[in-house]
């Protein structure tokens, strides 16, 4: 039979894994697809370097159109990133009727409803398992092996760069800049680095699992995106003395009111598996209302895990290239009429426990009325704890909330920063208990 002919579009990181994998393992890959697969055609724009690493017997351009119009070129695996010359390049695919793998997130978060629209009528698959936390066979999970359940939520450390510094700053005390910098060296960060350190690649990677998860259209412009720049030592530290491991979540959850789509720096009871979950290496815990929690753990970024997805998706394509569209697993899970657009929650309507840090001056009775504040919002208080001495005038107060909606949080926080005996802003973080 024929070779499957593979085209790849960028060849950096992940497309230099990908021709590696495809490579190492070629007798493996095929004995599984029923039929060889061949890295056909790479395009780069370095072409010397594809040259170098996709070898000989391989035809690189700098073109990557050569490859889309290419009419032996059956999978197009794009591999560029962003979402300007890539969704060009995805959509020309599309039409020219291939089939198209890619681990681009922020295309699909932003542009998935259209491109999967096009890639419907046209009857090609456009699969995209390297795209939600990187090496983990996530995608798979949801879409299909959990497909009898009622997916509740999902929660998940879903950036490898930003876990990689927060874990490299609480072990090693490490600067920001620097692990920031070691990250982009190992390959795990994206071109724009404030991509990963301001929550957007989670807030793609959640999109896409919320849309899968509870049969809704991509709306990343929904998504509430805090990231780790603001984070301080002090805080992480204070967490850990009461118990918590901060962590930056991606946490996607149904309630009557609608779906709450957020990602956050997060307090989570250190006994959690989540919680301890370090480096590089990525988690996702979703709840199923049949089979409970279930959590999925795995390198979450760099070549060769990531190159792990791209080459079991192409493995995939190729398995169904002669089957009836109408009978392959849908590109969002539910059946493409059967999305449904439930309301996203604007992120002061969401439900939380949170972290406050209150800089308090020397002055009789702050507490009381700091508690009071809380209290007339209806915060009712799990732990409060006085650090530094107020004799010296480095007093903070911090306080563990119950569950409360975020406005009722906010309107205490305004009150108690205009108290006089209240230093600066005050530090809020939320909590989660992500026990299922
Ligand atoms: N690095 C990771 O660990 C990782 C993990 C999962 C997903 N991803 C995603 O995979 C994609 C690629 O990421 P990467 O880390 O490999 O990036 P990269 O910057 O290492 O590689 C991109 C390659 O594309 C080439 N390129 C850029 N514009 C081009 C054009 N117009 N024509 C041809 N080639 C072009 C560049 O020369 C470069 O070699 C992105 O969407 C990223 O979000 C990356
Ligand atoms: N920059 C991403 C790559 C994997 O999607 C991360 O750090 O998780
Ligand atoms: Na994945």
């Known amino acids: 039979m024929k070779p499957i002919n593979i085209g790849v579009m960028g060849v950096g990181t992940v497309g230099g894994g990908t021709a590696q994998v495809l490579r190492n393992n070629a007798e493996e890959i095929s004995r599984r697809a029923g039929r060889a697969i061949r890295l056909f055609m790479a395009a780069n724009r370095d072409v010397e370097r594809a040259r170098e690493v996709c070898g000989d017997d391989v035809t690189v351009v700098d073109d990557a159109f050569a490859i889309v119009n290419h009419p032996e070129v059956d999978i197009v695996v794009e591999l560029i990133g962003g979402d300007t010359i ?88 490490s600067n920001f800049a620097d692990v920031l910098a070691e990250a982009q060296r190992l390959g795990y960060a994206e071109a724009d680095p404030t991509f990963d ?78 919680a301890n979950v370090n480096g590089v290496m990525n988690a996702v815990l979703a709840k199923g209302d049949a089979v409970g929690p279930t959590l999925y753990y795995g390198a979450g970024a760099g070549a060769l895990p990531t190159a792990s997805a791209v080459v079991a998706d192409i493995v995939d394509v190729t398995r169904l290239l002669t089957s009836d569209p109408e009978h392959r697993v849908p590109h969002l899970a539910f059946q493409p009429d059967q999305l449904k657009d439930l309301r996203i929650l604007p992120i002061d309507e969401i439900y939380s ?14 507490l009381a009325n700091i508690t009071s504040l809380l209290a007339e919002q209806g915060i009712s208080i799990e732990a409060v704890i006085q650090k530094g001495s107020v004799s010296d005038g480095s007093a903070e107060v911090v306080i563990l909330t119950h569950l409360v909606q975020e406005k009722a949080v906010n309107a205490a926080i305004a009150a108690i920063e205009a108290l006089d005996s209240v230093d600066g802003k005050v530090v809020r973080l939320r909590m989660e208990e992500l026990n299922g």
């Open 86 to 173: 890539a969704k060009e390049l995805v959509l020309k695919a599309i039409e020219n009727g291939k089939h198209v793998v890619t681990a681009n997130k922020k295309l699909l978060a932003v542009h998935g409803n259209e491109i999967f629209a096009r890639a419907q009528e046209k009857g090609v698959m456009v699969a995209f398992e390297a795209a939600v936390a990187g090496g983990i066979p996530i995608i798979k999970a949801l879409r299909e092996g959990l497909s009898a359940n009622h997916i509740e939520w999902i929660a998940g450390i879903i950036n490898g760069t930003s876990n990689f510094i927060l874990t490299e700053m609480r072990e090693k005390g």
């Open 353 to 366: 426990s949170y972290y406050l840090r209150i800089g308090a001056v020397d002055r009789a009775g702050v």
């Open 197 to 274: 350190v301001e929550g957007h690649d989670a807030g793609h990677k959640l999109t896409i699992m919320a849309s899968i998860a509870f049969g809704i259209p991509m709306q990343f412009d929904k998504c509430y995106l805090e990231g780790i720049s603001q984070l301080t030592a002090k805080d992480i530290k204070y967490a850990e003395e009461l118990g918590y491991r901060v962590k930056l979540i991606g946490l996607t959850r149904r309630t009557d009111a609608g779906i709450e789509l957020r990602v956050h720096p997060t307090l989570i009871p250190e006994k959690r598996l989540i």
